[in-house]
């Protein structure tokens, strides 16, 4: 069985920089995609991010490119979102995901996912 812990989330101000961590347990975890998603209050819950299981293809939603960046290191289960130049509209509990589905933007491709941390950005 995967579990998946995510750490790293907080308060910060606008501009400002957070870096999500997840943690993944179990052997397999280099085989499969990893991504990023979001869920702000009343709002359902969207893409974000996500990287292949070798690190060499990564993925982003339009709202977060060249603000965000996914890596993972296969070597200590780990897959990070480094976020700068956050926005108030960042604000959401933020989850990390992995599964072997291809669609990787979306949902149902994964099938694990941790509890979530909450990431505020005050304006």
């Known amino acids: 069985q995967v579990q998946l812990v995510e750490s790293g989330g907080g308060l910060v101000q606008a501009g400002g920089s957070l870096r999500l961590s997840c943690a993944a347990s179990?052997?397999?975890?280099?085989?499969?995609?990893m991504g990023w998603f979001r869920q702000a209050p009343e709002k359902e819950r969207e893409f974000v991010a996500a990287?292949?299981?070798?690190?060499?293809?990564?993925y982003y939603a339009d709202s977060v490119k060249a603000r965000f960046t996914i890596s993972r290191d296969n070597n200590k289960n780990m897959v990070y979102l480094q976020m700068n130049s956050l926005k108030p509209e960042d604000t959401a509990v933020y989850y990390c995901?992995?599964?072997?589905?291809?669609?990787?933007?979306?949902?149902?491709?994964?099938?694990?996912w941790g509890q979530g941390t909450q990431v505020t950005v005050s304006s």
């Open positions: 179990g052997r397999t975890f280099r085989s499969y995609a």
């Open positions: 995901a992995g599964g072997w589905g291809t669609a990787i933007r979306n949902p149902t491709a994964y099938d694990y």
């Open positions: 990287i292949n299981w070798s690190g060499g293809n990564t």
